[in-house]
């Protein structure tokens, strides 16, 4: 019975962890809150283009995608700093893959978009 209670406290405690970093990313990362406002922008378009479950899905995902890999991103950096704060070529192709996670989810995410809204805006 304890060990239940201490599991279900660790979930929450890996939870309240998480939630912290989720805001934390939301008031340091410039580029975050772009796409946040982005998500908010691409949310409101959903509805006024009433556009179907299955593409709420896979703009929920991509939108999930992109914010998702852009935290990963700036841990890796942060990581990166912390750990070689001096320049190194080393660092630099780390940061440019992590950044490039990002850049190809947010060219799929682009893509994404123009499939489910260009019929509904043009045609
Ligand atoms: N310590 C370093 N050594 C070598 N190159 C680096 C180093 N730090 C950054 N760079 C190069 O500069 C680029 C930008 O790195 P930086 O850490 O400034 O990220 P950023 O793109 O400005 O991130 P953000 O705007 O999300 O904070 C990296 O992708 C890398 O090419």
Redesign the pocket.
Known sequence: MDQKKSFFQGRLFSIKNAFKGAILIFKT???FQVQVVVAILMTIAGFVYEISATEWTIQLLAIALVMGLEAA??AI?DM??FI??????E??GI??LA?GAVFIAVIFAIIIGFIIYIPKVFF
Not at 84 to 89: D, I, L, Q
């Open positions: 990362e410039t580029s991103n700036t950096e990166a700093n070689h704060p001096e320049h190194h070529v660092i630099g940061k440019d950044a």
